[in-house]
C-alpha cells in the first residue's frame, strides 16, 4: 500500500511533467467554450447582484492603494485625453452642467455661503488685492462709467450721500479724514486749498482776531446750526471751533463781520460752499436776518 504522501508526491510529479500540455489544453477548451462561459457568467452576476456588489465593493476597499496608485499612473500617462475629455464633455453638457451647479447650490444655499464665506475669510488679503489690482488697471474704464451713472442718478445720488452723511456724522468725518490721508486725497486738498488762497488774494480778505472776537460773541461761542459749544469742540476734536463764510468764499464773499458764522467742523464741511438758502432752515436763515447777516 502507498501512503497518502507518497500518492502527493506521484500526482505532482504527473502534473509536472505534463504541465505544458495541460496548459494548453485548459487554453484550448476555454477558447472554445468563451461563449457559453460569459452567458453563464453574466447570468450568475444577474441572479446575485447584490453578493457580486458587496464582493467588488470588498475587493475595492481591500486593495484601495493599489488601485489609487493605478488610477493616478494611468491619470498621469493619459493627461492630455483626460484634460480633453474633460473640456469637451463640459461643451457639451454646458447647459445640463450650469441647471445642475444651480440647483445643488439652491439645494445646499447654507453650506454653498458658508464655504464662499470661509474661502473669502481665508484669502481676505489675496481677494481685496486681486480687486485693488483689477480697480486699477481698470481705472479709466470704470472712471467714465461711475461718471455716466452719476450724471444720471445725480440728484438721487447727492441726496442718499448728503442723507447718508447727516446719519452718519462721526463716521462720514472718519471717512473723509482717512480720504485725506490718500495720495489721492492729498493731492485734491492741494488743489483746493490753493484755489481758496488765491480767491482769498483776489478777494482781499482780512479778518482780525478782533473780527473773531466780534464774531464768536454775536454767535454766543456756539456752533449757529447744531449748538455744540467752543469748549467742547476743542475737547472733541482738539482744534478750535470754525469761523466761516456765510456767503461763500468760492463765488467772491471776503470774510467779514458781516458774513461771517460759527460752525462746528462737522457742519462747517456738510455747509460747503453752498450758499445760506441752500443749507438753513426757514427758522434759521430768520436768526441770522435778526443778527443783520443777510
Ligand atoms: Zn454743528
Known amino acids: 500500500m502507498r501512503s497518502k504522501e507518497e500518492i502527493a508526491a506521484y500526482q505532482k510529479a504527473w502534473y509536472e511533467r505534463n504541465k505544458e500540455e495541460i496548459a494548453a489544453k485548459s487554453k484550448a477548451y476555454r477558447e472554445a467554450h468563451k461563449e457559453e462561459k460569459a452567458a453563464r457568467d453574466k447570468a450568475y452576476r444577474e441572479a446575485n447582484k447584490e453578493k457580486c456588489k458587496a464582493y467588488k465593493k470588498a475587493w475595492r476597499e481591500a486593495n484601495k492603494e493599489e488601485i489609487a496608485a493605478y488610477n493616478k499612473a494611468y491619470r498621469e500617462v493619459h493627461k492630455e485625453e483626460a484634460v480633453a475629455y474633460g473640456k469637451a464633455y463640459r461643451e457639451a453638457n454646458k447647459e445640463e452642467i450650469a441647471a445642475y451647479t444651480k440647483a445643488y447650490r439652491e439645494a445646499n444655499l447654507e453650506k454653498y455661503k458658508a464655504t464662499k464665506k470661509a474661502y473669502r475669510e481665508a484669502n481676505k488679503e489675496e481677494i481685496a488685492a486681486y480687486h ?110 470754525h469761523m466761516d463764510h456765510l456767503y461763500p468764499l468760492s463765488e467772491g464773499n471776503a ?29 434759521q436763515l430768520h436768526e441770522l436776518k435778526d443778527k443783520g447777516l443777510l
Open 255 to 283: 470774510l467779514t463781520q458781516n458774513n461771517a458764522i460759527v460752525l462746528c467742523k462737522l457742519c462747517n464741511s456738510s455747509k460747503g460752499t453752498k450758499n445760506p438758502s441752500e443749507f438753513f432752515s426757514i427758522e
Open 132 to 241: 485693488k489690482a483689477w480697480r486699477e488697471e481698470n481705472r479709466e474704464e470704470l472712471l467714465k462709467k461711475y461718471k455716466v451713472w452719476y450724471e444720471e442718478n445725480r440728484e438721487h445720488s447727492l441726496a442718499s450721500s448728503k442723507a447718508w452723511r447727516e446719519a452718519n456724522k462721526e463716521e462720514a468725518a472718519a471717512y473723509k479724514k482717512a480720504y485725506r490721508q490718500t495720495e489721492r486725497g492729498k493731492e485734491v486738498h492741494r488743489v483746493a486749498s490753493r484755489k481758496r488762497r488765491a480767491i482769498k488774494r483776489n478777494v482781499n480778505e482780512n479778518f482780525s482776531k478782533e473780527d473773531e472776537g466780534e464774531v464768536l460773541n454775536k454767535f454766543n461761542h456756539q456752533c449757529f446750526n447744531c449748538g455744540m459749544t467752543a469748549e467742547d469742540h476743542k475737547a472733541k476734536w482738539n482744534e478750535s471751533i
